[in-house]
């Protein structure tokens, strides 16, 4: 289990419905290290915290695994790292194989997994496609957010080590079934 790449970015206007609104889902990969903070990642925001960032998602991750089905299913666009707003783009982690609850030691940060990400209407106005949400949700490849339990830097490379695990085993997949049904 490893950090492909580390990504940030700072809330940018988006058309939606005909309305300009921010959105913090543009990610770009950065070179070094970057703190992860009680908050968010040093570099990055969001521009609705009523439903992202803060304590409980203060770090969203998405496996790398999911890219060449999103490659498939959205034609002739090009996914960098980033693409779907996270800020770890990590390799070996994936809904099936994590838990609410499980705790993590990336780089000298610690971190605890919350939640499974729900997307919102930012997803289709960056995409396009109002049809992306429905697919996000039915592929239940939908990510998940962490808590920082101790603020340490994490960087490129970075190999991710599974430091405790939760007692009730409720992975991110079970919960995405149960939206699902």
Known sequence: MRVVSVNVGLPKPLVWDGHQVLSGIFKEPVDGRIVAGKLNMDGDRQADLSVHGGIDKAVYAYPIEHYDFWRSTIAGVVLPPGSFGEN????????????????????????????????????????????????????GFSGFYLAVLREGDIGKGDAIHLISQAEQRV?????????RR
């Open 88 to 139: 770890l783009t990590v390799e070996g982690l994936t809904e099936e194989n994590i838990f609410v609850g499980d705790c993590l030691r990336i780089g000298t940060a610690e971190l605890i997994v919350t939640q499974p990400r729900t997307p919102c209407y930012k997803l289709a106005a960056k995409f396009g496609s109002i049809s992306i949400v429905r697919q996000f949700l039915e592929s």
């Open 171 to 179: 992975s991110i997949a079970d919960i995405n079934n149960r939206r």
